[in-house]
């Protein structure tokens, strides 16, 4: 089983930059993906970004696609999200979790969710 904690939000205005860190222990290499969700209050927990451990490649929600980058440090066990140009609708509680299918954005794909990072943008 793999245990993901996530770390990094705070509060930034409009137009800042924040890094997450979603630093994963136990079986790390059991399933390939690490994605990236969020959810804003009173909706519904959405798809971000992921990135796959092995060959590293990447997929983006159009939503943050040109301002967000997903990387990965093998050595490390570590995800990052870097987070620019953020915006007020930017404003969530950010997970990580895993997933054995690339190139899915779907939340039943997804397993072991950390317990999240709460993100907020000021205007």
């Known amino acids: 089983q793999v245990q993901l904690k996530e770390s990094g939000g705070g509060l930034v205005q409009a137009g800042g930059s924040l890094r997450l860190s979603c630093a994963a222990s136990?079986?790390?290499?059991?399933?390939?993906?690490i994605g990236w969700f969020r959810q804003a209050p009173g909706k519904e927990r959405e798809f971000v970004a992921a990135?796959?451990?092995?060959?590293?490649?990447?997929y983006y929600a159009d939503s943050v696609k040109g301002r967000f980058t997903i990387s990965r440090d093998n050595a490390k066990n570590t995800v990052y999200l870097q987070m620019n140009s953020l915006k007020p609708e930017d404003t969530a509680v950010y997970y990580c979790?895993?997933?054995?299918?690339?190139?899915?954005?779907?939340?039943?794909?997804?397993?072991?969710w950390g317990q999240g990072t709460q993100v907020t943008v000021s205007s």
């Open positions: 979790a895993t997933s054995n299918r690339f190139g899915s954005r779907r939340i039943p794909d997804f397993g072991s």
């Open positions: 136990g079986r790390t290499f059991s399933r390939n993906v």
């Open positions: 990135i796959s451990w092995t060959f590293g490649g990447t």
